[in-house]
């Protein structure tokens, strides 16, 4: 019956009979300028939508009889159900209306039922798992997807499902929603930011002024989370205004770039703020200065930061609406939606979006969470946007363009830029907390958190001190040993093991000269419960320098002659399974890539981490953070060594 209907429905649709109104629901008719964006990025969202969607359908639970599962998205990773999987919805009937296949409006269908038979509550909220018990502030997405798909594509839907769906949406929108999101801050962030977006959204689709309202009252506050002077949206802590011990707010880079600030700018560009669009236009440059030449967010140093995937984040939905509908304000806007897109599907095997560079080399299957969460983002990219017929240049990125070093005060981090070479360093000491799980930590103390190259790509990343589950239902397991990605030094005695990578009070000090830019840092090893090692109990000097044909890391004791014990310098180099590895000597270890030849030479025996690889036939270890292999690179520190360690790193 119901592809008979939808066969209907797209003969009238084809002679006129639906398009001329859009009518949905109760609603206005739909009536909106579109975007003008690149060739390029239209056709590669339009791309990655179908090969997503399609992707999900061969995924998509069907026909076992069982209601607790018909409808829902197998996910292969992470062994259970997502709650939100139904979000996926949207996308589908997109392709639907755009392709007019049926097979894509009965996926959207069976979405929208199973998530009604298994996650819906009473008090009109969907949980983000199918225990009842679990979280319910997800519904905001939910209910976002519902009314997009309502608002754009309604009308392939037949008058008694439509206005189901629509009853649906208004039980959402008017129950848990309404009574729980009063506030813009009641909880992380990007909640109450994307439903500045979502209420007005409502408002339009049920013609209900009350969400209006809603919508309104929130917005009127959020320009209060933003930093200066650069305009990072804080409020991803627990709590949201937490302040750390340098008195920093608690800033993520994924949850505001791939979602809270879209839904400030949808919002923005509904009304026709033209305030609140330029205040906006300056924290999205602000944020732009974190994406690398390649596209990728440089998440390392995030509150957030365990669910970095290099493109992003986890469970957000993608940097593309924010940046692309935008993008008259800053070319470059339109470029950093392009390049990230064209890393998303760099990432996308199988036809579903893997969390990280390296899943397909290390063979990790992907949590079907990314995809239908990015989906989404397509699908309203293409909705509000049309390609141009004039050719645009492209406008480099700032990270691709900057020379020297800048310091972000409010957060402690400092990017470095010098040739070809892009560094990020982080004492950030806002530290993520959760009822549940302790010693969650991101890269501070100092660290290195990321080297780029523009020619051969990043060749040093950061990953969590320790791999945790801060949301169980939201990250993969780690496969195999944890093995941190982050460059530092550690001593390990015993089951102890002490690293600056705990360390919240580093200090770090910059210069510049026309050959180099150095970095000097002075911290101390402390193990996960920021207790110092007794045997070494004075700190550590660990410098960075960064010159046009090389990156020196060296490590050595602050107090000399004063018996320290012995300790490591931890380099792991990112490199994908099946790279050439060649020990050159016991001091250099060459890894070939296919842009140039990376060199890794220091004035002590290196050594791979032995527990983690073999090193006759090198492997590699593998982060879920950000989602790459590595080369566990060691180089040790006895007393018969120099009194300082110093690792080389060079492309030729």
Same mark, same amino acid.
């Given at each position: 019956?119901?592809? +008979?209907?939808?066969?209907?429905?797209?003969?009238?649709?084809?002679?006129?009979?639906?398009?001329?109104?859009?009518?949905?629901?109760?609603?206005?008719?739909?009536?909106?300028?579109?975007?003008?964006?690149?060739?390029?990025?239209?056709?590669?969202?339009?791309?990655?939508?179908?090969?997503?969607?399609?992707?999900?359908?061969?995924? !998509?639970?069907?026909?076992?009889?069982?209601?607790?599962?018909?409808?829902?998205?197998?996910?292969?990773?992470?062994?259970?159900?997502?709650?939100?999987?139904?979000?996926?919805?949207?996308?589908?009937? +997109?392709?639907?209306?755009?392709?007019?296949?049926?097979?894509?409006?009965?996926?959207?269908?069976?979405?929208?039922?199973?998530?009604?038979?298994?996650?819906?509550?009473?008090?009109?909220?969907? /949980?983000?798992?199918?225990?009842?018990?679990?979280?319910?502030?997800?519904?905001?997405?939910?209910?976002?997807?519902?009314?997009?798909?309502?608002?754009?594509?309604?009308?392939?839907?037949?008058?008694?499902?439509?206005?189901?769906?629509?009853?649906?949406?208004?039980?959402?929108?008017?129950?848990?929603?309404? $009574?729980?999101?009063?506030?813009?801050?009641?909880?992380?962030?990007?909640?109450?930011?994307?439903?500045?977006?979502?209420?007005?959204?409502? *408002?339009?689709?049920?013609?209900?002024?009350?969400?209006?309202?809603?919508?309104?009252?929130?917005?009127?506050?959020?320009?209060?989370?933003? =930093?200066?002077?650069?305009?990072?949206?804080?409020?991803?802590?627990?709590?949201?205004?937490?302040?750390?011990?340098?008195?920093?707010?608690?800033?993520?880079?994924?949850?505001?770039?791939?979602?809270?600030?879209?839904?400030?700018?949808?919002?923005?560009?509904?009304?026709?703020?033209?305030?609140?669009?330029?205040?906006?236009?300056?924290?999205?440059?602000?944020?732009?200065?974190?994406?690398?030449?390649?596209?990728?967010?440089?998440?390392?140093? *995030? =509150?957030?930061?365990?669910?970095?995937?290099?493109?992003?984040?986890?469970?957000?939905?993608?940097?593309?609406?924010?940046?692309?509908?935008?993008?008259?304000?800053?070319?470059?806007?339109?470029?950093?939606?392009?390049?990230?897109?064209?890393?998303?599907?760099?990432?996308?095997?199988?036809?579903?979006?893997?969390?990280?560079?390296?899943?397909?080399?290390?063979?990790?299957?992907?949590?079907?969470?990314?995809?239908?969460?990015?989906?989404?983002?397509?699908?309203?990219?293409?909705?509000?946007?049309?390609?141009?017929?004039?050719?645009?240049?492209?406008?480099?990125?700032?990270?691709?363009?900057?020379?020297?070093?800048?310091?972000?005060?409010?957060?402690? &981090?400092?990017?470095?830029?010098?040739?070809?070479?892009?560094?990020?360093?982080?004492?950030?000491? $806002?530290?993520?907390?959760?009822?549940?799980?302790?010693?969650?930590?991101?890269? /501070?103390?100092?660290?290195?958190?990321?080297?780029?190259?523009?020619?051969?790509?990043?060749?040093?990343?950061?990953?969590?001190?320790?791999?945790?589950?801060?949301?169980?239902?939201?990250?993969?397991?780690?496969?195999? !040993?944890?093995?941190?990605?982050?460059?530092?030094?550690?001593?390990?005695?015993?089951?102890?093991?002490?690293?600056?990578? #705990?360390?919240?009070?580093? =200090?770090?000090?910059?210069?510049?000269?026309?050959?180099?830019?150095?970095?000097?840092?002075?911290?101390?090893? !402390?193990?996960?419960?920021?207790?110092?090692?007794?045997?070494?109990?004075?700190?550590?000097?660990?410098?960075?320098?960064?010159?046009?044909?090389?990156?020196?890391?060296?490590?050595?004791?602050?107090?000399?002659?004063?018996?320290?014990?012995?300790?490591?310098?931890?380099?792991?180099?990112?490199?994908?399974? *099946?790279? =050439?590895?060649?020990?050159?000597?016991?001091?250099?270890?060459?890894?070939?890539?296919?842009?140039?030849?990376? &060199?890794?030479?220091?004035?002590?025996?290196?050594?791979?981490?032995?527990?983690?690889?073999?090193?006759?036939?090198?492997?590699?270890?593998?982060?879920?953070?950000?989602?790459?292999?590595?080369?566990?690179?060691?180089?040790? #520190?006895?007393?018969?060594?120099?009194?300082?360690?110093?690792?080389?790193?060079?492309?030729?």
């Amino acid at each position: 019956m119901l592809r +008979r209907e939808f066969a209907r429905l797209i003969s009238l649709v084809t002679l006129g009979g639906l398009y001329g109104t859009r009518q949905v629901g109760a609603a206005e008719p739909v009536e909106e300028s579109q975007k003008i964006i690149t060739k390029e990025l239209h056709a590669l969202a339009k791309d990655l939508l179908s090969e997503w969607c399609d992707g999900m359908l061969r995924r !998509q639970i069907r026909a076992t009889g069982d209601i607790t599962l018909d409808g829902a998205l197998r996910c292969d990773a992470c062994g259970h159900l997502h709650g939100r999987c139904s979000d996926a919805l949207y996308p589908f009937l +997109r392709m639907a209306n755009t392709t007019k296949q049926p097979k894509y409006l009965d996926a959207a269908v069976a979405a929208f039922d199973w998530a009604e038979k298994n996650v819906s509550r009473e008090d009109g909220s969907w /949980t983000t798992g199918t225990n009842p018990r679990s979280w319910r502030g997800t519904s905001i997405f939910g209910a976002i997807a519902r009314a997009e798909a309502l608002h754009y594509h309604g009308e392939i839907l037949d008058e008694s499902r439509r206005n189901a769906w629509l009853e649906r949406l208004d039980r959402a929108a008017g129950g848990y929603l309404y $009574s729980g999101f009063r506030e813009i801050d009641f909880t992380n962030l990007n909640y109450g930011m994307t439903a500045v977006y979502g209420f007005h959204l409502f *408002g339009r689709v049920l013609n209900d002024p009350k969400y209006t309202r809603r919508s309104e009252q929130l917005a009127a506050s959020a320009k209060e989370f933003f =930093t200066e002077p650069n305009r990072l949206l804080w409020g991803e802590g627990k709590p949201n205004d937490n302040r750390s011990g340098r008195g920093l707010p608690a800033v993520d880079l994924g949850y505001n770039v791939e979602e809270s600030l879209n839904g400030l700018v949808l919002y923005a560009l509904d009304v026709n703020d033209a305030s609140l669009l330029e205040f906006l236009t300056k924290s999205l440059e602000g944020h732009l200065q974190f994406m690398l030449p390649d596209g990728a967010w440089d998440n390392s140093w *995030g =509150t957030r930061s365990a669910k970095w995937s290099y493109w992003g984040s986890r469970t957000t939905d993608g940097c593309q609406p924010a940046y692309a509908l935008i993008a008259d304000r800053n070319p470059a806007f339109e470029t950093a939606a392009l390049r990230n897109a064209e890393l998303l599907k760099r990432c996308t095997s199988d036809g579903l979006l893997h969390g990280g560079p390296h899943y397909v080399s290390h063979q990790v299957a992907p949590c079907v969470h990314h995809t239908f969460a990015h989906a989404k983002a397509m699908a309203l990219l293409l909705d509000k946007t049309q390609p141009t017929e004039t050719k645009r240049e492209i406008q480099p990125l700032p990270r691709l363009s900057s020379t020297g070093v800048k310091h972000f005060p409010e957060l402690d &981090v400092w990017l470095a830029s010098k040739g070809p070479w892009r560094a990020t360093v982080s004492a950030y000491d $806002s530290i993520y907390k959760t009822k549940s799980t302790d010693h969650i930590q991101q890269p /501070t103390g100092g660290s290195l958190a990321l080297l780029h190259h523009t020619r051969v790509g990043t060749v040093l990343a950061s990953s969590m001190a320790r791999y945790l589950l801060v949301e169980p239902l939201n990250q993969q397991p780690q496969p195999g !040993q944890d093995f941190p990605l982050t460059t530092r030094i550690e001593r390990r005695v015993g089951e102890h093991w002490y690293t600056n990578l #705990y360390d919240l009070e580093a =200090t770090v000090t910059s210069h510049e000269t026309g050959k180099e830019l150095r970095f000097e840092v002075a911290t101390q090893l !402390q193990d996960e419960d920021r207790q110092r090692d007794e045997a070494s109990r004075d700190q550590f000097q660990l410098n960075y320098c960064l010159q046009d044909d090389r990156v020196q890391i060296s490590a050595s004791p602050l107090t000399s002659g004063q018996d320290q014990g012995g300790f490591s310098l931890v380099v792991p180099i990112i490199s994908p399974s *099946g790279e =050439t590895v060649r020990f050159v000597s016991k001091t250099q270890i060459e890894i070939e890539k296919p842009e140039g030849r990376v &060199v890794c030479s220091a004035n002590v025996p290196l050594r791979l981490e032995s527990n983690a690889i073999d090193q006759k036939s090198p492997g590699r270890i593998f982060n879920m953070v950000p989602g790459m292999e590595a080369l566990p690179i060691i180089a040790e #520190y006895s007393g018969e060594n120099p009194d300082e360690i110093r690792v080389e790193i060079s492309v030729v």
